[in-house]
């Protein structure tokens, strides 16, 4: 088999969690167009890539994006970079002919973001995305349903995604808390999640209206606490929309909802039937047939449970009746980028797909003052 070399620009979280996603792959699917392996890893410090060299085992880890691009054993450049550094990144890897795998969302605004695109189409290299809930077994089963008509006519969509954890006024400044390495709040850090999901379910829509709210606006630059920075980008939004039938929308993302996890909600009701899902609940979706004899006591209507579980179609090797974990999808999307390089077909996100959702992060901020 093909051996692909991967290299990871960027270590912190998202980093990681991508290496863990490629190295996994092997174990989770049979009949692999490529055998992936990390060649490299690329850090923001040398000292931490010196540590990265030391804990993961990894030998080439470096801090200069130069040095892990001029190797001609990395195919596939996965950018986990800070938002501000996307396009620079993808820029330098296309030119160097590397696959690439980008995190959400696609970049600061939506001119970086067609500049990826235009860079992408012209250098012919294959691009894929990070929108790793596509791939959860439950939102799958739900645009099996909607293709097939299940839900009838739409006519509501509601989208959250709730964390909590900013609500520490002595939580210090990260690059996701400036505007100029982050590009917006919640919205761009969770609501893309959910512009993508509605875009790759119920197709193209518009922005009607938005709103944002930044709880603290101020907080300290160092752990210390001994200086304080403004804080520019929404901790909260709401934006409102409508789908291409005249369907309203609603999509709120929340880095201040106390007591919530990653609870990624995901509300879709039509004429005959509706579906619901919850990312606590992430083995079950919901779903509601309105075809259903109702009666003395409901008949036989009301919302049931589909136990999606771990039911991925073959070629996945591990067997269905598992409960899943977060980070599977990811290991499922990284797969789908695999079949996108050897020209199978693929349901991950394209570098269109993060142009759309960069274009609605534009107008809501637009409309919200951000």
Known sequence: MERLGVGIVGFGFIGRVHALAFSALPFYYSDLPFLPEIRGICTSREETARRVREETGISFATHRVEELLEREDIDVVVVATPNALHLPVVEQAAKAQKHIYCDKPLALNLREAESIQEIVTQSRVTFGMAFQNRFVPAILRARELINEGFLGEVVRVRAQYLHSGYNDPQRPMSWRLRKDLAGGGALADLGSHLIDLVHYLLGTFVVTGARGKTFITRRPRNPEGTDFEEVLVDDWAEVSGVLANGAPLTIEASRFATGSCDELRLEIEGMEGAVRFNSMQLNFLEVYDARERGGPYGGNRGFKLIESVHQYPYPN?????????????????????????????SLGATVADGVFVQRVLESAYALSGY
């Open 317 to 345: 090797r591990i067997p269905g009746k598992f409960a899943i974990g977060w980070v599977r999808p990811h290991i499922a999307c990284a797969h789908d980028f695999l079949l996108r390089i050897a020209g199978q077909p």
